[in-house]
């Protein structure tokens, strides 16, 4: 157990819905990264934000949104969904300190139907 | 830029066989750090291995080891006496210091055959 926790594990939602993906870190990491796993594209780098402030943004689609809240759990919204975005979401999470390796969560299965 | 390339997409070996897993990466920075991760059937994400850019000593866990060249911008991962336990997707994943992100590559995805 990595001690990075999200929920839900798995989202069934229709084309142009909206869906809401949530974080916790481990306890005392301050940075949180969110990753997009698909068949084709491997493990994409989406966005990192750390103690509330987004850090580093990857090619995160105008549709998907994140933010990091006080109590430092985040969330991943997209939105205007695609069959397309059907994919594992990763969270990961990791201390202050420059080159810390991140800790993943157990990922939420998103299937757009 | 930066980029990882892991150009194994598949490998199968047999049990017992020892297998190593390259990894070339890109990077203007002189500060960085490279990871290697452990994806198993399951799903999960497994945190394998670090190390910096100024640290080019070989690392050895078990049957594991790593072996980081910056001269050919390689960080390959060997498995030796490989078990069926080690079947999973690998992928080796890249930081730079002024950035802070972590980008991995494609991942190689292990067979070990009975």
């Known amino acids: 157990d990595s001690g990075v926790t999200q929920t839900p594990k798995h989202l069934i939602t229709a084309t142009g819905q909206r869906v809401t993906l949530r974080c916790s870190p481990r306890?005392?990491?301050?940075?949180v990264y969110w990753y997009q796993q698909s068949l084709d594209q491997g493990l994409q780098f989406l966005i990192q934000?750390?103690?509330?402030?987004?850090?580093a943004k990857g090619n995160i689609l105008e549709r998907f949104s994140a933010q990091q809240f006080p109590d430092l759990h985040s969330e991943l919204n997209l939105s205007s969904l695609e069959l397309g975005d059907s994919a594992l979401y990763f969270c990961?999470?990791?201390?202050?300190?420059?080159?810390?390796?991140?800790?993943f969560g157990q990922g939420t299965r998103l299937t757009v139907v | 830029a930066q980029k990882v390339t892991q150009a194994q997409t598949e490998i199968s070996v047999v049990e017992k066989e020892d297998v190593t897993l390259d990894c070339v990466y890109e990077?203007?920075?002189?500060?960085?750090?490279l990871f290697w991760y452990k994806q198993p059937p399951s799903g999960e994400l497994v945190f394998l291995i670090r190390?910096?850019?100024?640290?080019?000593q070989n690392e050895i866990s078990g049957r594991y080891s790593w072996n980081f060249q910056k001269s050919t911008s390689s960080f390959n991962f060997t498995i030796t006496a490989s078990q069926v336990v080690d079947s999973a997707v690998y992928f080796c994943?890249?930081?730079?210091?002024?950035?802070?992100?972590?980008?991995f590559g494609k991942g190689t995805r292990l067979h070990i055959l009975p």
């Open positions: 934000y750390y103690n509330g402030e987004e850090r």
């Open positions: 190390r910096n850019s100024f640290d080019e």
């Open positions: 306890s005392g990491d301050l940075s």
């Open positions: 990961a999470s990791s201390v202050v300190r420059q080159g810390a390796e991140a800790f």
């Open positions: 990077t203007r920075d002189t500060t960085y750090y």
């Open positions: 994943a890249l930081s730079e210091a002024s950035l802070g992100k972590i980008i």
